[in-house]
C-alpha cells in the first residue's frame, strides 16, 4: 500500500490566519490526490480533487498544490467553519487516506 | 441530488459476518463511471478505504483486508452492499458508502477518482 503521512496531526490556530498542512506520499502518485473535509460529527466531504482543483461549492481560499510525493492544502484566511479533520487521499494505487490533520482554535 | 444511506446491524458478535447496504438515489450504478466506494472509521481515529464498485461490475478491495471483503450490487433496486467475513473487535467502526466517480477529462487530458458525496455512516459494534 501506498502510505500517506500528513504534517502536522494538529494546528492551534486562529480565525484569519493562514494554515498550510502537508501530505507525503510513500511513491510517486503523480497528481492523483484528493483532500476532504470532516466536521465533528459529520461524513468526510470532497474539498480538492486532482492535487488542485477546487471542488463545485468550495470557497477559493482552500487552495492544494503538489505532484509526486508533496501535497500542501492551503487554506487563507481561516474560518471559524473551517474548523475539522482535514485528509489526503491518493487514488493511483489502491486508494490510501492520510492519518489527518486536526485544525483547533487557539 | 445525489443522497446514499447506510443500514447495517448495530451489533455483532465476533468471528460472525458484517453485512451493510448502501441505498442510494441521484445516479444509476449502471452508468458509465459510476461507482460506490465502502469507507470505514473507528471512532476517534482516520478512514479507512475498503472497497469500491463499478458500473461495469468490477470491484476493487483493500489489500489489508485480503479476503474478507465482498462488495456487490443490486442495479434495479439502487443498492450496494459489503461484506466483511469473520470480524474481530477490530472491525468496530463507522461504515461510509460513497458516490464515486472515476472519469476522463478530455479537456485536461487526464482522470480524476473522486468521492464526492458520502452517507451518514453506520455505527457497526463487534462485541461479545
Known amino acids: 500500500n501506498t502510505v500517506m503521512t500528513q504534517s502536522p496531526t494538529s494546528m492551534f490556530i486562529s480565525v484569519g490566519d493562514r494554515v498550510t498542512m502537508n501530505c507525503k506520499a510513500s511513491?510517486?502518485?503523480?497528481?492523483?490526490v484528493d483532500w476532504y473535509q470532516q466536521k465533528t460529527g459529520q461524513s468526510p466531504k470532497l474539498l480538492i480533487y486532482?492535487?488542485?482543483n477546487r471542488y463545485t461549492g468550495v470557497p477559493d481560499r482552500f487552495t492544494g498544490s503538489g505532484s509526486g510525493t508533496d501535497f500542501t492544502l492551503t487554506i487563507s484566511n481561516m474560518q471559524a467553519e473551517d474548523l475539522a479533520v482535514y485528509y489526503c487521499l491518493q487514488y493511483n494505487y489502491n486508494p490510501t487516506f492520510g492519518g489527518g490533520t486536526k485544525l483547533e482554535l487557539k | 441530488q445525489v443522497t446514499l444511506k447506510e443500514s447495517g446491524p448495530g451489533i455483532l458478535q465476533p468471528s460472525h459476518t458484517l453485512s451493510l447496504t448502501c441505498s442510494f438515489s441521484g445516479f444509476s450504478l449502471s452508468t458509465y463511471g459510476m461507482g460506490v466506494s465502502w469507507i470505514r472509521q473507528p471512532s476517534g481515529k482516520g478512514l479507512e478505504w475498503l472497497a469500491s464498485?463499478?458500473?461495469?461490475?468490477?470491484?476493487y478491495n483493500n489489500p489489508s483486508l485480503k479476503s474478507r471483503l465482498t462488495v456487490s450490487k443490486d442495479t434495479s433496486n439502487n443498492q450496494a452492499f459489503l461484506k466483511v467475513t469473520s470480524v474481530d473487535t477490530a472491525d468496530t467502526a463507522t461504515y461510509y458508502c460513497?458516490?464515486?466517480?472515476?472519469?476522463?477529462?478530455?479537456?485536461?487530458?487526464?482522470?480524476?477518482?473522486?468521492?464526492?458525496?458520502w452517507g451518514q455512516g453506520a455505527s457497526v459494534t463487534v462485541s461479545s
Open positions: 460513497a458516490h464515486t466517480l472515476n472519469y476522463y477529462s478530455s479537456y485536461m487530458g487526464r482522470y480524476y477518482y473522486v468521492m464526492d458525496a
Open positions: 511513491q510517486n502518485v503523480g497528481t492523483n
Open positions: 464498485i463499478w458500473w461495469n461490475g468490477n470491484t
Open positions: 486532482g492535487a488542485s
